[in-house]
C-alpha cells in the first residue's frame, strides 16, 4: 500500500503565499518523477510543476517565476512553495508520484489539498 498526503492549502490573499508538502508512505522501493497537479471548478488537471529523482525540474508557464518545487528524496517527500498568488491560482492541488512499490512501477495520486487565493 502506497499512500500520498498533501497538507499546507488553504485560503491567501492576492499577492500571499503557501507552501504546500506531499510526503509518500508505504511499501517504496524508489521514486522518480514527483509533480503538483491542479483542478479548478469547471477545468481539466493541468500540471503545475514537476521535478525528477535528480532534480530536473519543469513549470507551467503560468506559475514560473513564482512557483518552486523541491523535493527531500529521504523523507519521500515533495513541496511546492507558491508566491505572488493570484486569483486565477485558486485550485484542488493534487500531489503526483511515478514509483517503484516492489518490482510494480505505477502513478499514484493524493486526495488533493484546496487552495483558494482571493480577498
Known amino acids: 500500500q502506497v499512500q500520498l498526503v498533501e497538507s499546507g492549502g488553504g485560503l491567501v490573499q492576492p499577492g500571499g503565499s503557501l507552501r504546500l508538502s506531499c510526503a509518500a508512505s508505504?511499501?517504496?522501493?524508489?521514486?522518480?518523477?514527483m509533480g503538483w497537479y491542479r483542478q479548478a471548478p469547471g477545468k481539466q488537471r493541468e500540471l503545475v510543476a514537476a521535478i525528477t529523482s535528480g532534480g530536473s525540474t519543469n513549470y507551467a508557464d503560468s506559475v514560473k517565476g513564482r512557483f518552486t518545487i523541491s523535493r527531500d528524496n529521504a523523507k519521500n517527500t515533495v513541496y511546492l512553495q507558491m508566491n505572488s498568488l493570484k486569483p486565477e491560482d485558486t485550485a484542488v492541488y493534487h500531489c503526483?508520484?511515478?514509483?517503484?512499490?516492489?518490482?510494480?512501477?505505477?502513478?499514484?495520486w493524493g486526495k488533493g489539498t484546496l487552495v483558494t487565493v482571493s480577498s
Open positions: 508505504g511499501s517504496i522501493f524508489s521514486i522518480n518523477r
Open positions: 503526483n508520484a511515478d514509483l517503484y512499490s516492489g518490482y510494480v512501477r505505477r502513478d499514484y
